[in-house]
């Protein structure tokens, strides 16, 4: 009742489009959400502070990145730094985990 019947004929052809938002990249029909990108690129700029770092102490870093329910962000990052383990919602880790990273550290 807010809008009169010829407003509502003069702007018949308005159509508004909702985009998602989310960083965890996980809504359907699309290759990338908004916000998606912008928080790799973050976590890339961390992971780069933090190699350095990692490197120079000869130490190991556990690293955990955004993404809830959704393991988009933590497997690419884990892809593009080149990390040695990974863990995403999508594919839980298999028994005896614990002594498999460890011999990995080991090495």
Same mark, same amino acid.
């Given at each position: 009742? *807010?809008?009169?019947?010829?407003?509502? $004929?003069? /702007?018949?052809?308005?159509? &508004?489009?909702?985009? =998602?938002?989310? %960083?965890?990249?996980?809504?359907? *029909?699309?290759?990338?959400?908004?916000? $998606?990108? /912008?928080?790799?690129?973050? &976590?890339?700029?961390? =992971?780069?502070? %933090?190699?350095?770092?990692?490197?120079?102490?000869?130490?190991?870093?556990?690293?955990?990145?955004?993404?809830?329910?959704?393991?988009?962000?933590?497997?690419?990052?884990?892809?593009?730094?080149?990390?040695?383990?990974?863990?995403?919602?999508?594919?839980?880790?298999?028994?005896?985990?614990?002594?498999?990273?460890?011999?990995?550290?080991?090495?």
């Amino acid at each position: 009742g *807010g809008i009169s019947a010829d407003e509502a $004929t003069r /702007s018949s052809f308005l159509n &508004i489009v909702g985009l =998602v938002g989310s %960083i965890d990249n996980d809504f359907c *029909g699309t290759d990338m959400t908004i916000g $998606t990108d /912008s928080a790799l690129h973050r &976590i890339m700029e961390i =992971v780069d502070a %933090i190699a350095t770092t990692a490197q120079s102490h000869q130490r190991t870093f556990v690293l955990e990145v955004m993404g809830r329910h959704c393991g988009y962000l933590a497997l690419i990052s884990a892809l593009a730094c080149g990390a040695d383990w990974v863990f995403i919602p999508e594919s839980p880790p298999e028994d005896n985990w614990e002594d498999h990273l460890c011999r990995r550290l080991t090495e």
